[in-house]
């Protein structure tokens, strides 16, 4: 039915596409979130709503956009992006920089609050203020990376539509649990849903130890 | 630096006893939501070296005071003015430590970077403020795991990097126990013997007895009197300073 | 904001991956009845062989598959709703239309049969049968060769339960696949090409009711995307996939392949082969 190095093949592109999406979305979305929650600027307000907002957005919208703007025929065709991994890592990138951002203004914003009379008592300048704070949020940041990562993972509508499932190019552990499904094989979908589950799981158990040692070390 | 100084402190106005002010505090005024919160603030603090305990009720004013003064905020009228030769910066502790989620040890380096002390420094300063602050046996402890009193006292040492001109002390102990308070207050003591100028906000009237080289009064954002602590205890100038002393100020 | 600039940064770091595409690749838009039914796993391989020629196969209805190739995201298309492709080609966005294979549709349902459709003449009888038991019938409604195949048998039988918004009539908006769960999960009818269904694992109970009947007929064409419509395309791939699919090899390939021991398409891109109904 699905031979085991294909298999693999699917397990790997799955990470490598997420996993990918997660750190470009954590370079954004941290910052991002760091701003929105240290500096006041006009539009915050806005911006910060609209991110939360897009927390929301559906995953089929966001790949049905990005399937606009990469067709051959629309504004960034010349890319040739459509139907590449790249483009799948573009889509989730979308979709998990909302969610890592969110996470982070509010760590940082606690944080902020937290240390902000302190470091200005100490006459920090902003940018030793800035990496005081990241250095502090570390343990909390991988809360909002794994919520990332469970976004990315688990989502399908847009990988489907700008990656468009073609086997051992841009076929990933939903898209290929879609198409089981739709072949009436229900077993194998499941199976690959439960590897899916084991997979998260075993990140989610990783970071999780990964936290509390950094968190013990920190502030027992 | 001299050897026996074990605190990277410089003794400060010892040249010429009373030859001036320190920080000449003038008028200054804030408001907030239509209220006054200081009005016509005015007091010198002297070059000399010692503890002026800045005392009065809840709602006085007073880490309102300490903040302006530390420059975490503006007042709107009124000036403060630093003596042409002070130096260094002005070290604070609040009443509820805030310490990083490191190490005791690293907690004093970030300090230390943030300060701008050149790298090769860093480790003789280190080692100097631990022992000040007597906890060189927890030095690689995380920082939030310590006792009350440990916390405050690296809170201290904090403070004392730089080399301060100026210690301004929110309310130090007052969630400490009588031990960990008479530590810390050993500490205090022992920063103003070598020469430096503190400023203490407390409402723990024993331990202005105890430390207290000189007493701010200030009662619904106005300075009530200055005056030497001995002088104050054994007879406050004002009603108000006396009342607060046998406990029936009403604020 | 900085916000525009991020993707065009993201872009440009992007663009050397794409530019190491290989040049001997086409994408096919196809239909997902001849990617759920394995032919494509076992054509395509052969191809690769005999022409060093890599396809990626985006599989998707042959409405969107043709729409998904008018706005030139593909080389090729290989789909089944003959009047559709002909516009498609008419509209100068494909060049050429040629017959690559068949088979046809056949009616689902519960075995149990509660409309009678067993003994229905032919196709409209039996669509009139489910009409007037107003038994379930899961429809694909989602603009495919098969969808539009339906349509059409349901006018002939002078039925329109779509429009209708009939109860008992469920358009599931999905691929052929998840119709027949769908079907399988509420013992409705439905119209399927014969390949996914001999292909579907999840039967529960469904069995074909109904078969044989001439206006069952299932052609699937190829064409290859215009290169004046899609300057980018890579019209030689295009070229090199119609000329293997249509040889006598290839031909003989999509003959060859079996699943459960059955033949699934019938290759008749040689008009040797008998009907070319639609």
């Known amino acids: 039915m699905l031979p085991g190095s294909q298999l693999m093949e699917i397990v790997a592109l799955s990470l490598k596409v997420s996993v990918t999406a997660v750190l470009l979305a954590a370079l954004i979305g941290i910052p991002l979130g760091a701003l929105l929650a240290i500096r006041r600027f006009p539009g915050r307000t806005t911006l910060t709503v609209l991110v939360n907002a897009l927390m929301g957005l559906p995953p089929v919208v966001v790949g049905l956009g990005l399937y606009l703007l990469l067709s051959r025929s629309g504004p960034l065709g010349v890319l040739q992006l459509l139907y590449t991994p790249t483009a799948m890592i573009i889509a989730q990138t979308i979709l998990v920089t909302p969610v890592i951002a969110s996470f982070s203004q509010q760590i940082f914003s606690d944080l902020h609050h937290e240390y902000d009379e302190m470091l200005r008592a100490m006459r920090a300048s902003r940018w030793q ?50 198409l089981e499904t739709s072949k009436g094989n229900l077993r194998l979908a499941v199976s690959l849903g439960l590897i899916l589950l084991a997979l998260s799981f075993a990140i989610n158990l990783a970071l999780h130890f990964l936290r509390s040692r950094l968190e013990r070390a920190a502030h027992a | 630096m001299p050897e026996s100084n ?47 305990v800045l005392l009065g009720p809840n709602g006085a004013g007073k880490s309102l005071l300490l903040r302006l003064i530390g420059g975490l905020i503006r007042p709107d009228s009124g000036t403060i003015r ?36 050149p790298r090769r420094e860093r480790t003789g300063m280190l080692a100097r403020l631990l022992v000040a602050a007597d906890l060189t046996h927890c030095a690689e402890s995380p920082a939030r795991a310590l006792s009350g009193g440990e916390q405050q006292r690296l809170a201290m040492a904090r403070a004392l990097v730089g080399d301060p001109g100026l210690l301004l002390l929110d309310e130090p102990t007052a969630s400490l126990d009588p031990a960990a308070t008479a530590a810390f207050e050993a500490l205090v003591c022992k920063v103003a013997g070598e020469g430096a100028r503190i400023l203490l906000v407390t409402h723990d009237l024993h331990q202005a007895r105890r430390i207290a080289d000189d007493v701010l009064f200030l009662h619904k954002g106005r300075i009530f009197e200055h005056t030497p602590a001995t002088t104050f205890f054994r007879a406050p100038a004002s009603g108000e300073a006396d009342a607060y002393c046998k406990g029936t100020l009403l604020t | 904001m900085r916000l525009p600039a991020l993707p065009a940064v993201l872009f440009v770091l992007l663009l050397p991956l794409a530019a190491l595409a290989g040049k001997n690749e086409i994408i096919l838009q196809s239909t997902t009845s001849t990617q759920n039914s394995g032919l494509y ?6 191809l690769e062989r005999d022409t060093g020629l890599r396809v990626k196969v985006v599989a998707v209805g042959t409405g969107q598959a043709l729409k998904n190739a008018r706005n030139c995201d593909g080389d090729v ?113 439905a119209l399927t090409d014969r390949a996914t269904w001999i292909s579907f694992a999840n039967r529960e109970g469904l069995a074909i009711l109904h078969e044989g009947d001439p206006a069952l007929f299932n052609q699937y064409g190829v064409i290859a995307v215009n290169p004046a419509h899609c300057p980018g395309m890579n019209i030689k791939g295009a070229e090199t996939f119609i000329t293997w699919l249509l040889s006598d090899k290839g031909q003989k390939a999509i003959a060859s392949y079996r699943l459960k021991g059955q033949q699934l398409f019938f290759p008749n891109a040689h008009p040797v082969l008998p009907g070319n109904g639609g």
Not at chain 2, 44 to 52: K, M, Q, Y
Not at chain 3, 41 to 46: C, F, N, T
């Open chain 3, 41 to 46: 796993e076992y054509l395509l391989p052969l």
């Open chain 1, 129 to 178: 203020t800035v990496l005081t704070l990241i250095h502090e949020a570390r343990h909390a940041l991988i809360t909002a990376i794994l919520a990332g990562l469970g976004r990315a993972l688990s989502e399908i509508g847009a990988v489907m539509i700008v990656g468009g499932n073609i086997n051992h190019a841009t076929r990933v552990m939903t898209t290929a649990i879609a």
């Open chain 2, 82 to 117: 630093f003596s042409p030769d002070f130096r260094g910066p002005i070290g604070m502790v609040f009443q509820k430590p805030v310490l990083l989620r490191r190490s005791v040890r690293a907690n004093l380096l970030h300090a230390l970077a943030i300060a701008r002390i």
């Open chain 2, 6 to 52: 074990i605190l990277p402190l410089k003794p400060k106005g010892r040249q010429e006893a009373g030859a001036g002010f320190l920080i000449s505090v003038d008028a200054l005024g804030y408001r907030r939501g239509g209220r006054s919160l200081l009005d016509a603030v005015s007091f010198e603090l002297s070059r000399d070296p010692g503890i002026t």
């Open chain 3, 77 to 189: 298309v290989l789909v089944h709703a003959r009047d559709a492709e002909e516009k498609f080609v008419a509209d100068e966005y494909g060049l050429k239309r040629n017959d690559v294979m068949y088979n046809d549709f056949i009616l689902i349902g519960p075995e149990d049969d509660p409309a009678g459709v067993r003994e229905a003449r032919d196709i409209t009888e039996a669509l009139q049968r489910i009409a007037a038991a107003r038994a379930p019938f899961a429809s694909r409604g989602d603009d495919s060769g098969t969808h539009r195949k339906e349509l059409r048998l349901w006018k002939a039988a002078g039925l329109d339960p779509g429009a209708a918004r009939e109860g008992w009539y469920r358009e599931t908006g999905s691929g052929m696949g998840a119709t027949l769960n769908i079907a399988a999960g509420m013992g409705a009818y």
